[in-house]
């Protein structure tokens, strides 16, 4: 138990749904992740939330929408998905402070597939 | 940009020290992170090193960093069947926001 908890564990949608992933984290920290993982792709980093901040990867297509309602959940929005979505979506947090380590806290993972 | 390697695959027998290793590019690197990931599970720090120093020992693991050459290993001693994972290899720049670059991964695989 790592502290970070990721809802649903395995979703199966199809390209016309709209559906949402849950990530809470339990350990009081400032800042939240979300990742995706492929298959022959290195861990790409989605969307950061730190401190009411949004960062984004400017390469992540509009139709993954994250919404960082307080500092301990956040959601992974989609809608109209393609099948080259389909992977797995880490979400993470750590307490960052300039200058120190990145220690990131990671979440079981949510296995996408879109049909 | 950055970027970090990694072979793709290491087979190690029970009892026998792995090796995993990693390379990158950012001369900047403040920190250099190694993460586990089991099946089904999202991905562990196991340990980390800050940028000045060239050695990390932690009970089994010892990470060895080549600041001049870029590079950066784990050495798993003694290892077991439940060091069978992912392996990754990772680098921040703290002085630029803490974003993190991972390496693809060493799948580590522990016969008996």
């Known amino acids: 138990e790592t502290g970070v908890t990721q809802t649903p564990r395995h979703l199966v949608m199809g390209m016309t749904n709209k559906k949402s992933l849950k990530c809470e984290q339990h350990l009081g920290h400032n800042a939240m992740y979300w990742y995706k993982q492929s298959a022959k792709k290195p861990l790409e980093l989605m969307f950061v939330?730190?401190?009411?901040?949004?960062?984004e990867n400017n390469s992540v297509p509009s139709r993954f929408s994250p919404e960082c309602p307080n500092s301990s959940h956040l959601f992974l929005h989609l809608h109209t998905l393609q099948p080259e979505d389909s992977a797995l979506y880490l979400c993470?947090?750590?307490?960052?402070?300039?200058?120190?380590?990145?220690?990131?806290?990671f979440g079981s993972g949510t296995q996408l597939s879109v049909l | 940009g950055e970027d970090v390697e990694q072979s793709l695959f290491l087979s190690v027998r029970e009892g026998d020290s792995s090796v995993i290793n990693c390379t990158y590019t950012?001369?900047?690197?403040?920190?250099l992170y190694w993460y586990k990931q089991e099946p089904g599970a999202g991905l562990q720090l196991l340990t980390y090193i800050f940028s000045n120093m060239d050695m990390k020992q932690d009970q089994r693991l010892t990470v060895l960093l080549n600041k001049k050459d870029k590079h950066l290993s784990l050495r798993i001693a003694d290892t077991q069947t439940g060091d069978s994972a992912i392996y990754f290899c990772?680098?921040?720049?703290?002085?630029?926001?803490?974003?993190?670059?991972f390496g693809g991964g060493t799948r580590v695989l522990v016969k008996p």
């Open positions: 950012d001369s900047s690197s403040t920190y």
């Open positions: 993470a947090s750590s307490q960052r402070k300039q200058g120190r380590a990145e220690k990131l806290f």
């Open positions: 990772a680098e921040s720049e703290g002085a630029a926001g803490n974003k993190l670059t």
């Open positions: 939330y730190s401190l009411e901040e949004r960062v």
